[in-house]
């Protein structure tokens, strides 16, 4: 039995072998096939006769091929290295290629390139024109002072539509309008319009609300962040205010809400007044409260329906003890405040000083 299996596998052998070489033989040469490792046809085959080779010339056919297989298999690696490297670098340079030509496509698909030119020059044409109309405004107003304001306020007018016409003649012109770009065009309107009405609607809906809460009325005197003065008109977007000093100031109505407003008179024309004078602690205080009283209820601004109030405090002014003495009055009019504490003062002054009656020593030293 053994025996048998041994002339078995020996005769197997050679047939296994060159199932192998064949095997490796083939990816290098796949056109070549061997048909028996025996037997091979020969080109006249009509006859049918079979050549038999020997093993020796059998083993070295098949090694050649195999050692050329595996010189192939060691160079094949680098050329597809290489072959991929060039492959990737023609790629890249295509696709930057075509970038660029989409880009440039996409612009031209929007900008006219002509119209660019055309509003270039309309734009240089604009700013010409504007510094010409300034020097003839600056002109006229030096020959016509009268007209001055006036002047100025169609410059500001006409600039206006000059600015606004010009900015829509260059779009037209520019670029090619379609529903891509007006979708763009709106969105970035959109977002911007809405960060800059954002002050404008909070004023708003703070006028509505000085309206009906009514905190002050055209006409009060009052106070806000350090301005005093009477206010002049309230619309929806701002308040006007006109100070003693004649001066105009426009307060946004968004402002009223967080900060403190004090209203002297709130819809009155009436509006007390505290008014202050310091004497010496050995002076006459008795008949300083008379000679202030008296002197406040004669004055022509004063409103007499209204209580006239004085009180008197100790207070010290620049380590000296004095007396204070304060006038709690109504003014007959918001208008005539300057003018009623002008009074005041010179008339309680002149009285003092006719009765003999001192400020503290420091202030009458100093004066």
Known sequence: MRLIL?????????????????????????????????????????????????????AQDTSQPASEATKADIKEPAQALNESSEIIKKTIEASADEASELSFSKITRFVRLGG???????????????????????????QIPQKRMLFHKVETITQFFIYVGVAISVFLLSFRIND????????????????????????FI????????????????????GQYGDITAIGLRSVRMQTLTDDTVTIPNNKFLSDSTVCGNYGELSMQMTIDFYIGLDQNIEQACTIVNEATSTSHYVCLPKPVVVLVKQVII??????????????????????????????????????????????????
């Open 206 to 225: 703070a006028g509505l609300m000085i309206m009906i809460d009514r905190p002050f009325q055209v006409g009060d005197r009052i106070t806000f962040d």
């Open 180 to 203: 891509q770009l007006l979708s763009i065009i709106g969105g970035t309107l959109a977002v911007s319009f809405g960060f800059a009405i954002k002050d404008l609607i909070a004023s």
């Open 116 to 142: 660019v030119i055309i509003s270039i020059t309309l734009i240089i044409l604009t700013i010409i024109i504007l510094r010409i109309m300034h020097r003839l405004v600056e002109r006229f107003s030096l």
């Open 6 to 58: 041994l002339t078995f596998l020996f005769l197997l052998a050679p047939s296994l072998l060159l199932s192998q070489e064949k095997t490796q033989t083939e990816p290098a040469n796949p056109p070549q096939q061997i048909a028996s490792p025996e037997l091979v046809s020969p080109p006249d085959s009509e006859q049918g006769n079979q050549v038999e080779i020997p093993d020796s010339n059998l």
């Open 318 to 367: 620049e380590n000296y003890m004095a007396y204070r003495v304060r006038i709690k009055a109504y003014v007959l009019d918001t208008q005539y405040e300057a003018a009623f504490e002008t009074d005041l003062n010179l008339r309680i002054m002149k009285a003092f000083k006719e009765q003999e009656i001192h400020p503290p020593s420091i202030l009458h030293r100093n004066t």
